[in-house]
Structures are given as C-alpha cells and as structure tokens.
C-alpha cells in the first residue's frame, strides 16, 4: 500500500508502533568523541552527559520548508559547543520518521542547543510539518558504547503518556 491510500495513524502511539523494518542510517555518528575511521567511540566517555533522542513524522508536501530549517538545525548542530556526537536515521516504511540521537557535555549544552535560533525557528512549525513528534533524554555517568536507535524506542516508549501528544498535528 503507497503512502496516498496508507490511513495515517491517528496517535502517537500508533506512529511510534509504526514498521521501521526499513530504517536506515542517514548520518553516521560523528563528533569529537567518534572515531572517525571506525564510527565508534574513541574511548570510554567517563563522567556525567545527557543522551538525547527525539523522532518525528513528517507530513509531506512541505519539503523545501522542512529542507531549509533541517539545514539551519544541522549548521546549528555539528557546531554547537558541549556536543559530542550526533547520528541521525529515517525510515521511509514508518511514514519517513526521522530519527536522531545526540550525545551532550552536560544539560546546560544540550539547553544552549533546543534553544538556539535554528531550533527554536523549526520547532514552533512542528505542528504544521509534523504529524507529530517526540523526545527524550537521560543522564548517563559512563558510556562505552554508542547508545542505538532500539535503546531511543525503549526510552521513548517508556516516557510516552498515553493519549494525545501535544506536538500532534491539527486535524489529523
């Protein structure tokens, strides 16, 4: 079934249930903590740093719009100060979910970040542009490996209220 005849999920749970059989990484993990050559940590991160995660599915038919505030985040983003690593993934099967997974300094880099002008410019449209959307983050005190989009699921599913989201899409 195309994405034109597909009925379009009806909640946040249902779009988070969604087929991500598909996903596929679309920016592998870079950052100052990322082994450029093997896309893995260089070494162990020790001491407190936020892992943060955040999903949406966007409506189509606002491409250049979308494509344009991506761009300004991700300029935004690969340069902020206090971050040390990013990836990013998308699934076309799961109504183009976009997926991204950041690892940050502290809390106060991961804050300077969601409210720099790109971000904050994207995010008073998510209602327009998304379907909906959600995220997350938690403290960790020693990492050894690169957190994984599964790991993101499970700490989304575990946070995710029931009912309707309030990043849910008017009319949908």
């Known amino acids: ?77 690969y340069v902020r100060p206090g971050l040390m690593a990013v990836c990013l993934g998308i ?15 502290n809390e106060e880099a991961l804050k300077g970040f969601l409210m720099s002008k790109p971000h904050l410019a994207a995010a008073r449209r998510v209602r327009e542009l998304m379907f909906d959307w959600e995220g997350a983050n938690w403290e960790c005190t020693e990492t050894t490996e690169l957190p994984t989009f599964e790991e993101s699921r499970v700490r989304l599913d575990a946070v995710r209220r029931p009912g309707r989201s309030s990043f849910a ?3 949908r």
């Open 169 to 171: 899409s008017p009319g």
């Open 91 to 105: 699934s076309e099967n799961n109504f183009n979910s976009t997926r991204s997974l950041s690892i940050w300094e």
């Open 1 to 77: 079934m195309s994405d034109n005849t597909r009925p379009i999920p009806q909640s946040l749970q249902e779009f988070a249930a969604g087929d991500e059989s598909d996903f596929n990484v679309v920016a592998p993990w870079v950052g100052p903590v990322v082994d450029p050559e093997t896309g893995r940590l260089r070494e162990p991160i020790r001491g407190h740093h936020l892992v943060a995660t955040s999903v949406g599915w966007p409506k189509p038919g606002h491409e250049p719009v979308a494509i344009e505030l991506n761009e300004a985040i991700l300029g935004e983003l």
